[in-house]
Nanobody, 125 residues
Framework: QVTLVESGGGLVQPGGSLRLSCSVV??????IGWFRHAPGQDRDTGEF???????????DYADSVKGRFTISRDNDKKMVFLEMNSLKPEDTAVYSC?????????????????WGPGTQVTVSS
């Protein structure tokens, strides 16, 4: 069993920044992905945002966030972070982190076994 909890969401103006955190409680170190979906919609309708492997040497980003978002992790604290800069109104969504493996098709929802409840990010002036 793995429990994930996201935090750090909120309201920010266009061009601003937020740092999301994903607390991962489990027996091991896991590869983690971030996805986002529109409020009120099912999480499986959302899009891939970013991925980080267990040793942090393997990262991947959606083209829509590349150069603006940075994923990182602290394995001692069992935390994964998503630093979001130059935020745009189209980044508004519920952001969720999930557990997968280093060898999965990490851009696909079905490759994830556990998810957090999500945190809302709203980019608006």
């Amino acid at each position: 069993q793995v429990t994930l909890v996201e935090s750090g969401g909120g309201l920010v103006q266009p061009g601003g920044s937020l740092r999301l955190s994903c607390s991962v409680v489990g027996r091991s170190i896991y590869a983690i992905g971030w996805f986002r979906h529109a409020p009120g919609q099912d999480r499986d309708t959302g899009e891939f945002v970013a991925f980080i492997g267990r040793n942090a040497g393997n990262t991947d980003y959606a083209d829509s966030v590349k150069g603006r978002f940075t994923i990182s992790r602290d394995n001692d604290k069992k935390m994964v972070f998503l630093e979001m800069n130059s935020l745009k109104p189209e980044d508004t969504a519920v952001y969720s982190c999930g557990v997968t493996s280093d060898y999965s098709d990490h851009r696909a929802h079905f490759e994830y076994t556990y998810w957090g409840p999500g945190t809302q990010v709203t980019v608006s002036s």
